[in-house]
């Protein structure tokens, strides 16, 4: 077993990669609904229709992705020329995502369904290579930790950003049409720099020379790894959680805790991505002396818990408590995310030990597209939920779908926290069965 330990630097480098894609991920989870929703004009069923049609296309792209990369191979390894590749079309797609083309709603909603697929494929070409990237930058599971230690709070840096200063732009005054298109312009060029510093700057140390399995072998491969197909449940009831929480978060923000200019909703987002910052260090502290499935697993009981309490003890206009649960409830969600992404590497490395197939690449796909296929769901449950309980884009919110926010962003996703738990009471390979099962090339446990 390949035992590297990997500089600051290169730890750096690999996270400032997640830095890139999560601004992505946070504009398609916490702004993209609002935008289409009061900057767009669409229906909260339109718009979360729209999330669910590029989701399903995903279906397509991430496991084509997946078998791409472990066919084509270059002298800079299997993963990081997609980088270089895939960041320039990326930055550009942001900018088209934040944009509205169109004088009819028709016209309108068919622009932005364009322009988030464009962005769902060109994020795709990167996400998928990252995400497999710390398979073979290092084989030591504490390292892999470390390295995603170093991932998530970047990532969170980027989505402190995002989240904090975009709302705090398009509120504060102005045209917030031409304001989204400008803020995003500029987001998408340092996305690009950003991807293409991580490309550079990382090793791919681990080679396989083994030729890629035929497509019939690896889905079977697949379909036999129990972990695998466990871990891919994690993410899409996950995603669900995550993402009804983060869609309506600026709605709730305005209409529950009464964060009424730029500077109140700039510091209810922000929160949220300090506790991004902060629940991944808490991570890596408590796996040093805990399990860290355990850890996982529980994480999703408290988060359930954080947020039913939310949900019981604010009150409306009450700014401070919303604030400050809202920061709670971000940092305990958030423990996972090292715990989570290290997983899937180990959980596709299990499949190769129990069934002699390399499925990784398809693997590291499908799991992709369970996150955005979770992702994806939670747009028609968020939309359909809104319409329920009266929400309005446009004039004042009725006391009904005030409360009604705060149900949905709160209760619902504790609903599927807990279901993450429970799913996860049969997943096992944590650190000791991981270097057991590496070390000796065979599971643990067997002959």
């Avoid at 991932?151 to 049409?177: C, Q």
């Avoid at 090793?203 to 379909?223: F, N, S």
């Avoid at 996950?238 to 709730?252: D, E, H, P, T």
């Avoid at 697993?297 to 359930?304: F, P, V």
Wanted: hydrophobic content about 50%; proline content about 3%.
């Amino acid at each position: 077993m390949m035992n590297t330990r990997l500089s600051i630097f290169e730890k750096s480098a690999y996270g400032a990669g997640d830095m890139g894609l999560t601004i992505s991920i946070i504009s398609a989870s916490i702004l993209i609904y609002a935008f289409l929703i009061q900057v767009v004009g669409l229906t909260p069923v339109d718009a979360g229709w729209i999330l669910m049609i590029v989701r399903t296309i995903d279906a397509f792209s991430d496991p084509l992705m997946g078998i791409l990369t472990n066919k084509v191979k270059t002298r800079y390894g299997r993963y990081r020329h997609w980088l270089i590749i895939g960041a320039l079309p990326f930055g550009v797609s942001l900018w088209l995502l934040f944009t509205t083309v169109g004088e009819t709603y028709s016209a309108k909603m068919a622009w932005s369904t364009g322009a988030y697929i464009f962005n769902s494929l060109a994020f795709t070409v990167l996400a998928i290579p990252y995400i497999s990237l710390i398979g073979v930058i290092t084989t030591d599971p504490q390292e892999r930790l470390n390295a995603n230690a170093f991932r998530f709070p970047m990532a969170k840096v980027a989505t402190l950003i995002v989240s904090t200063f975009v709302p705090y732009w398009v509120t504060e005054g102005g045209n917030a049409e031409s304001r989204y298109a400008i803020a995003f312009a500029v987001v998408g060029a340092v996305s690009v720099a950003i991807m293409l510093f991580c490309a550079f700057n990382v090793k791919e140390r681990v080679r396989q020379t083994a030729p890629a399995e035929p497509l019939p072998r690896q889905i079977r491969g697949l379909c036999q790894n129990d972990q695998w197909l466990r871990m891919s449940m994690v993410m899409v009831v996950l995603f669900i959680g995550f993402l009804v929480n983060g869609s309506v978060a600026i709605m709730y923000g305005k209409a529950y805790a009464h964060a009424t200019d730029g500077y109140g909703i700039a510091l209810f987002m922000s929160v949220g991505s300090v506790g991004g910052i902060v629940g991944p260090l808490i991570s890596t502290a408590l796996t040093r002396y805990y399990c860290k499935v355990k850890v996982f697993r529980y994480s999703m009981y408290a988060s359930a818990l954080a947020s039913v309490l939310a949900w019981w003890w604010i009150d409306e206009g009450n700014f401070i408590g919303a604030t400050l649960f809202y920061l709670l409830c971000s940092t305990v969600s958030q423990i996972n995310t090292p715990i989570l992404w290290s997983s899937i590497t180990e959980a596709a490395e299990y499949g190769y030990y129990k069934t002699g197939i390399d499925a990784s690449g398809l693997g590291i796909g499908m799991i992709s597209f369970c996150q955005k296929l979770g992702m994806g769901i939670a747009g028609p449950i968020t939309g359909y939920l809104l319409d329920y309980v009266g929400y309005q884009a446009q004039g004042d919110v009725s006391a009904t779908a005030v409360q009604g926010l705060s149900t949905i962003m709160l209760l619902v996703p504790a609903l599927f926290y807990l279901l993450t738990g429970w799913i996860l009471k049969g997943y096992f390979i944590n650190n000791a069965y991981y270097v057991e099962m590496v070390s000796t090339k065979r599971l643990p446990g067997t002959v």
